[in-house]
């Protein structure tokens, strides 16, 4: 476990692992934040601490994006929210497993299918709104019976 102070100059200045291999240094000022760099030449803030029986890795963000000041800052906080009981890395993948909009939208359609009541039925009809490529056969059906109390009469 290399530990060194890191500063621009010394962290810009460190030697690329073999390839296959990811070097890990340490930082004196906040020990349990890491630097990982790969052989390709990425350097990524990490803070690392045991929650419980693993060890919770939370990425801070790339070298030199972010500035040595700026991700012993993030540490400290991180590290603080870790002393309270709460366990960021957790939080962090609680929050990417939920679904995205897109992802909610798709399972909406699939279970439910396309709507053809209301604005949908009459689409055609309204000035601006563009026109559907296909239309259901139950929309146009719809106007053909005369009881149609709709305002939108082709």
Not at 88 to 93: D, F, K, M, Q, V
Request: charged share 25%; net charge positive; with cysteine.
């Amino acid at each position: 476990m290399a530990q060194i102070k890191f500063g621009k100059i010394s962290l810009q200045g460190l030697a690329l692992p073999p390839a296959g291999k990811r070097l890990t240094v340490y930082d004196t000022k906040v020990p349990k934040l890491a630097l990982r760099v790969t052989p390709a030449g990425t350097k990524t803030f990490y803070v690392v601490k045991r929650a419980g029986t693993e060890m919770a890795w939370v990425k801070l963000g790339a070298f030199p994006e972010m500035t040595v000041e700026k991700a012993q800052a993030e540490a400290e906080r991180i590290l603080g929210e870790f002393a309270s009981g709460a366990n960021p890395a957790e939080a962090r993948r609680t929050f990417k497993a939920e679904p995205t909009l897109t992802k909610f939208f798709t399972e909406y359609g699939t279970r439910h299918g396309e709507k053809t009541g209301g604005v949908a039925r009459h689409a055609a009809a309204i000035p601006g709104l563009p026109a559907k490529a296909a239309w259901r056969p139950e929309a146009d059906e719809h106007h053909a019976d005369d009881d149609c109390p709709c305002a939108f009469r082709a």
